[in-house]
């Protein structure tokens, strides 16, 4: 369903901020926030879209000003493996809650109707996610290449090198940004923005599943688009663009909001945009592939 040549083709819509990976009390044991609040501070801080992914337990609460998407934090039996699920149609992840098996669990409800996602893949002090297993594992949507919890635990909350390494091996997989919200502070580390047909749960998973959406920690961008071999970045607060393609490699840098490329001046299977601002913000958008 990704356009991979360009995921930005569908212009028309609008931008929606959202965050898929949220815990609540007492939901999740290691959540700290009770629901009804946790929706009032995503509300508060201006957010379209919201999805509750406590572990292995679907919740599925209501909100007026957001647009909620159903999900679940899946894990493996030895606490590893944590796969963000998430469908519009719960009864295609709720099966997961009663399997064991991740390969199982991928293969099973890799579809249209759900959006996979393999989470915080620079976690250190369990090792969730060697390069190698993520090459290995079928089925995914994504990976989190920002995980805003990972901040305060061991690890680093960045994974855009996994990201390129499986780009580059031939994976075709997205990139998305989450707080992975615990604590009040979590809030608003990590975000996803869509540029989706209307505010419904089916244009903002459609928005997401196809890879109509950049990822931020502070950096809003304000259109992507290509036309022919020509890729243009706009921001309204980036300072520096880095266009990167096959392997991690950068290719060319530009100190300013704005940077178009020609992609066939490379030879480069695929090329993604990192835009810096203001101290550690960042965005970051899906590749393009050749
Ligand atoms: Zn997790
Ligand atoms: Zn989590």
């Not at 199982?104 to 297993?133: C, F, K, V």
């Not at 989190?144 to 499986?166: A, M, P």
């Not at 923005?193 to 749960?201: G, I, K, L």
């Not at 490699?249 to 480069?268: A, G």
Request: negative net charge; glycine residues 10%; hydrophobic residues 35%.
């Amino acid at each position: 369903m990704v356009n991979w040549t360009n995921p930005y083709a569908g212009r028309d819509g609008i931008w929606l901020k959202g965050n898929l990976h949220t815990h609540t009390s007492p939901a999740s044991a290691c959540g700290r926030v009770a629901i009804d609040k946790t929706l009032s501070l995503y509300e508060d801080a201006g957010y379209g879209f919201l999805s509750i992914s406590d572990h292995m337990t679907l919740s599925q609460p209501k909100s007026e000003r957001l647009v909620l998407i159903p999900g679940i934090e899946w894990n493996r039996p030895d606490g590893g493996g944590h796969t963000g699920l998430y469908s519009c149609r719960p009864n295609s992840i709720v099966p997961a809650i009663t399997m064991k098996d991740q390969e199982e669990l991928l293969a099973t409800l890799s579809s249209r109707d759900s959006l996979l996602i393999l989470n915080h893949p620079n976690w250190q002090l369990r090792p969730h996610y060697r390069r190698e297993e993520l090459l290995a594992l079928p089925g995914y949507d994504g990976i989190e290449i920002f995980n805003g919890v990972i901040k305060r635990l061991e690890g680093y909350e960045i994974s855009t090198d996994k990201w390129d390494y499986l780009l580059s091996s031939g994976r075709r997989i997205l990139g998305f940004a989450s707080d992975d919200f615990h604590l009040e502070s979590d809030l608003s580390t990590g975000w996803n923005v869509v540029r989706a047909e209307s505010a419904s749960p089916e244009a903002v998973f459609a928005a997401l599943k196809c890879g109509n959406f950049y990822t931020s920690s502070g950096v809003d961008l304000t259109d992507i688009y290509r036309e022919k071999n020509y890729i243009t970045v706009e921001s309204a607060n980036g300072e520096e663009i880095q266009a990167i393609g096959s392997g991690g490699r950068l290719l060319e840098t530009v100190k300013d909001c704005r940077m178009t490329v020609d992609i066939s001046k490379w030879d480069t299977g695929y090329i993604r945009f990192a835009i810096y601002g203001t101290g550690s913000a960042m965005a970051w958008t899906q590749p393009f592939f050749n």
